[in-house]
């Protein structure tokens, strides 16, 4: 049988991430969008977010540890972000990453594509890697990665 698993990447040695400064992650909630008649592919979507004064379960900022996976560090910030594995092979916890850098080090259920293109990431196995990232939480609400998720799970 031949088949390739998608996107497996081991985690980066390169850099110690217990030696960086923790990253600045601006969370939009997807429901929050829906509630608002916003498109998540607005360029300005985050500056609307700010401006309409959202519920800080739906919009807000934390701090993220390099080491700490994005809905570890949601938790640590009492956020309840939608998961169920934890182990990178469903798509509970999809989020989109709209700005910024954040790499999963383990991914059994999105395509390289998914990733590549849509920016799409699990956050119960992604850990920031840039200084700042931008991400939308709770994507399994889009029609796409419901989709996803019910034909792939």
Request: glycine content about 4%.
């Amino acid at each position: 049988m031949d088949f390739d698993l998608p996107a497996v990447k081991p985690s980066s040695e390169s850099t110690d991430a217990e030696d960086r400064s923790p990253s600045k992650v601006t969370y939009l909630h997807y429901r929050a969008i829906v509630a608002n008649d916003w498109d998540i592919e607005d360029d300005d979507l985050f500056e609307k977010a700010a401006k309409a004064k959202l519920d800080h379960a739906d919009y807000g900022v934390i701090e993220a540890e390099r080491n700490e996976s994005l809905l570890r560090s949601a938790e640590e910030n009492d956020l309840k972000w939608p998961f169920q594995c934890r182990s990178g092979t469903c798509a509970m916890c999809t989020g989109v990453v709209v700005d910024g850098d954040a790499e999963m080090e383990m991914n059994l259920f999105l395509e390289d594509e998914e990733i590549d293109e849509m920016n799409l990431r699990l956050t119960c196995t992604c850990f920031p890697e840039s200084d700042e990232v931008k991400i939308v939480c709770g994507a399994i609400q889009t029609d796409y990665v419901r989709d996803i998720a019910r034909n792939r799970g």
